[in-house]
């Protein structure tokens, strides 16, 4: 059967949109999960993506060999139906809570520039209930177009500031904010942190694939651009890490000195990234919800988001702060049995 190299570029991008969210984009996932070791966050994230490749690895093949329609099959075959039945709420309980950070993320963008909060949380929300009237075309078609756009930016943005940090990173001691802490229980946490959302995603697309070479493909272009990303991203941070505690966004700690047009522009890679992350969390979501409501999955997403505007009031940092940390955990044990999974003695 012919391998189409096509459908593993599409899925690759799908990789690296359900990644990169307000987060990653924003430099303070890879901040508090890497830079604040120092130098040894490098190595941090070769072993976050290894894992991350691994377990994309797990979730597609599952997803061809079984043709899952949703994460809820997939969680089946790993755990068993009546560990899955406890961890289906969950799953679901994570992708909403995720949505609604993204939701509030586009609030904060565009109170950044003095806009309305409310607004910017309204335009997160059409937007992404727009993309669910293509189904999985639409996430697949959306992730193609942006994510090569939004990822030459931020490596642009990243080269620049590892340019001109060269002059004065002699004069600078990169004192690492974790010093007695090892980088690998961080970067463990990392990788298990973002599963939920790829495991929602990837687990739609099992009929879309044809060959298992391009399960292979797909996630090694996805995480090798993830690991590069990551990687420029990290080294920039650390060139500035004197300046990082006065910035609640580090990527505007790089753009201090940037004109209000390029300023404008990586505010927008700020909103899409946030913007792709929640399509890729709600569309998870509805595709598991369709079971059980029989509603069209546009018409679930419209009624998800009017539940989450208003949720959104509570603010970016408030629910960051109070939920990233207590996900990172509580997937540490998921991320295992998929981890174990090749394994088992059952496929």
């Given at each position: 059967?012919r391998?189409?190299?096509?459908q593993?570029?599409?899925?690759?991008?799908?990789?690296?949109?359900?990644?990169?969210?307000?987060?990653?984009?924003?430099?303070r996932e890879?901040?508090?999960?890497?830079?604040?070791?120092?130098?040894?966050g490098?190595?941090?994230?070769?072993?976050?993506?290894?894992?991350?490749?691994a377990?994309?690895?797990?979730?597609?093949?599952?997803?061809w060999?079984?043709?899952t329609?949703?994460?809820s099959?997939?969680?089946?075959?790993?755990?068993?139906?009546?560990?899955?039945?406890?961890?289906?709420?969950?799953?679901?309980?994570s992708?909403?809570?995720?949505?609604l950070?993204?939701?509030?993320?586009?609030?904060?963008?565009?109170?950044?520039?003095n806009?309305?909060?409310?607004?910017?949380?309204?335009?997160?929300?059409?937007?992404?209930?727009?993309?669910?009237?293509?189904?999985?075309?639409?996430?697949?078609?959306?992730?193609?177009?942006?994510?090569?756009?939004?990822?030459a930016?931020?490596?642009?943005?990243?080269?620049?500031?590892?340019?001109?940090?060269g002059?004065?990173?002699g004069?600078?001691?990169?004192?690492?904010?974790?010093?007695?802490?090892?980088?690998?229980?961080?970067?463990?946490?990392?990788a298990?942190?973002?599963?939920?959302?790829?495991?929602?995603?990837?687990?739609?697309?099992?009929?879309q694939?044809?060959?298992?070479?391009?399960?292979?493909?797909?996630?090694?272009?996805?995480?090798?651009?993830?690991?590069?990303l990551?990687?420029?991203?990290n080294a920039?941070?650390?060139?500035v890490?004197?300046?990082?505690?006065?910035?609640?966004?580090?990527?505007f700690?790089?753009?201090?000195?940037?004109?209000?047009?390029?300023?404008l522009t990586?505010?927008?890679?700020?909103?899409?990234?946030?913007?792709?992350?929640?399509?890729?969390?709600?569309?998870?979501?509805?595709?598991?919800l369709?079971?059980?409501?029989?509603?069209?999955?546009?018409?679930a997403?419209?009624?998800?988001?009017?539940?989450?505007?208003?949720?959104?009031?509570?603010?970016?940092?408030?629910?960051?702060?109070?939920?990233?940390?207590?996900?990172?955990?509580?997937?540490?044990f998921?991320?295992?049995?998929?981890l174990?999974?090749?394994?088992?003695?059952?496929?």
């Amino acid at each position: 059967m012919r391998i189409d190299l096509g459908q593993s570029f599409r899925i690759g991008m799908t990789i690296v949109g359900t990644t990169i969210g307000a987060g990653f984009a924003s430099g303070r996932e890879i901040w508090e999960f890497f830079g604040s070791y120092g130098e040894e966050g490098r190595f941090g994230i070769l072993l976050s993506m290894a894992l991350y490749f691994a377990v994309s690895v797990i979730i597609l093949h599952i997803g061809w060999k079984k043709r899952t329609q949703h994460y809820s099959e997939v969680l089946r075959a790993v755990i068993g139906p009546r560990m899955a039945r406890y961890f289906d709420g969950y799953v679901i309980l994570s992708l909403l809570t995720s949505v609604l950070v993204m939701v509030a993320g586009s609030g904060a963008t565009l109170e950044q520039w003095n806009g309305s909060f409310t607004l910017g949380t309204l335009l997160m929300a059409a937007a992404v209930v727009l993309v669910l009237f293509f189904d999985l075309k639409g996430i697949l078609s959306l992730n193609t177009a942006l994510m090569p756009t939004l990822a030459a930016i931020l490596i642009i943005v990243c080269l620049q500031a590892l340019w001109s940090g060269g002059e004065t990173a002699g004069l600078i001691e990169n004192e690492p904010e974790n010093p007695l802490l090892p980088v690998w229980p961080s970067a463990i946490t990392y990788a298990a942190f973002n599963m939920v959302s790829l495991l929602a995603v990837l687990s739609t697309m099992g009929s879309q694939i044809r060959h298992p070479a391009e399960i292979w493909i797909a996630c090694l272009l996805g995480v090798s651009c993830l690991a590069v990303l990551a990687g420029l991203y990290n080294a920039s941070l650390l060139q500035v890490s004197h300046l990082i505690s006065q910035y609640n966004i580090p990527l505007f700690a790089l753009i201090r000195d940037y004109s209000t047009i390029w300023n404008l522009t990586i505010s927008l890679v700020l909103w899409f990234a946030i913007y792709t992350t929640a399509v890729s969390n709600m569309h998870g979501l509805v595709f598991r919800l369709a079971d059980r409501f029989p509603l069209p999955r546009w018409a679930a997403g419209l009624v998800i988001m009017a539940v989450l505007v208003p949720l959104s009031q509570w603010g970016f940092v408030p629910l960051v702060q109070f939920l990233y940390p207590l996900y990172g955990v509580l997937n540490l044990f998921l991320f295992t049995l998929f981890l174990l999974y090749p394994f088992s003695e059952e496929r």
